[in-house]
């Protein structure tokens, strides 16, 4: 499928949906820019699953939101 917004595909944990592309991205490891932002509607029930990628790094940031809490895990750094 083509990379842009609003493609969609089935998972083992559910249903991904490509939210955003060019999105820019701060972490501590940096300042990334034309990352994908995806959106995972989890099968389990848990809240949805926020995941950024950047070009040629890979996974940067993830987060979840829940009623209560959120919970995030971010890229703290990288060797090229």
Sequence with gaps: NPIQAGATWQGK???YRIA???EAVQVPAGSFSGCLRV???REDGL???ILWYAPRVGLV???QT???AEDHCQLVSYKK
């Design 20 to 22: 955003a592309v060019n």
């Design 47 to 49: 809240a949805p699953l």
């Design 61 to 63: 940031k993830w987060q």
């Design 66 to 68: 829940c009623p209560k």
């Design 13 to 15: 944990d559910g249903r």
């Design 39 to 41: 959106e995972l509607q």
